[in-house]
């Protein structure tokens, strides 16, 4: 099955910087698609960028991009420009063309300083 | 923006005893599924849920657990007979269109189930 890893729980940036949140993953699939999602407090994850595994160029949307490095099987989200409203739980997700389920890691909590 | 809502937000329930946990997804979805999250740990998928019927299940999805869409609009999870370790977060999701890799899954605010 595959696996999904965030490897930092917590992390905290400074308003108007930019922080990066890790994630690799497990795969012997070459097809896949690979999702970031924002949870804030007491709310609903909602979809914050997406990659095709078959695309080369790494995907962006507006502040937020990904470093898709698929040798290395690693997925990371760069938040540029940080605002208070980023301020949440980030999962990052793996979800094979062949299924249904998305396998999610663990999260990182990323609080923004004022 | 249409949202898939969950109700409870938050259910505590004696060990052994039935639970029911209400979803209704976004109106006009075709594919509804149930995650679950467990303090501390990972979101888990548990079900997925097509034209009236299960599509793909995960091995935490025993025969303890069911799913049912009893009209146009709700998605139930039922727990028959709840154990310690069925505390945890759930998550309801939905999808409007085939189950192709790249749809994003919209999902619910989560129902937070305590057993005692």
């Known amino acids: 099955a595959q696996t999904v890893t965030q490897s930092q729980p917590e992390m905290s940036v400074q308003e108007a910087e930019t922080v990066t949140l890790s994630c690799t993953y497990d795969?012997?699939?070459?097809?896949?698609?690979l999702f970031w999602y924002k949870q804030p407090p007491s709310r609903q994850m909602i979809l914050v960028i997406r990659?095709?595994?078959?695309?080369?160029q790494n995907a962006t949307e507006n502040r937020f991009s990904v470093n898709f490095q698929k040798a290395a099987k690693s997925f990371s989200l760069k938040i540029s420009d940080s605002q208070l409203g980023d301020a949440a739980m980030y999962f990052c997700a793996y979800r094979s063309p062949y299924g249904n389920q998305f396998y999610f890691g663990t999260g990182t909590s990323l609080t923004v300083i004022p | 923006e249409p949202e898939v809502t969950q109700t409870p937000s938050h259910q505590v329930t004696q060990m052994g005893q039935e639970v029911i946990l209400r979803c209704v997804p976004i109106?006009?979805?075709?594919?509804f599924y149930w995650y679950r999250q467990i303090l501390g740990q990972k979101v888990e998928f548990l079900v997925s849920?097509?034209?009236?019927?299960?599509?793909?299940k995960s091995e935490i999805f025993d025969d303890q657990f069911s799913v049912e869409r009893p009209d146009g609009s709700n998605f139930t999870l039922k727990i028959r007979s709840t154990k310690l370790e069925d505390s945890a977060m759930y998550f309801c999701?939905?999808?409007?269109?085939?189950?192709?890799?790249?749809?994003?899954?919209?999902f619910g605010p989560g129902t937070r189930l305590t057993v005692l």
């Open positions: 795969t012997s699939e070459s097809d896949y698609y």
């Open positions: 849920f097509y034209n009236n019927e299960i599509s793909e």
């Open positions: 990659q095709e595994a078959y695309k080369q």
């Open positions: 109106s006009n979805h075709l594919y």
């Open positions: 999701a939905s999808t409007k269109e085939r189950e192709w890799g790249h749809n994003e899954q919209f």
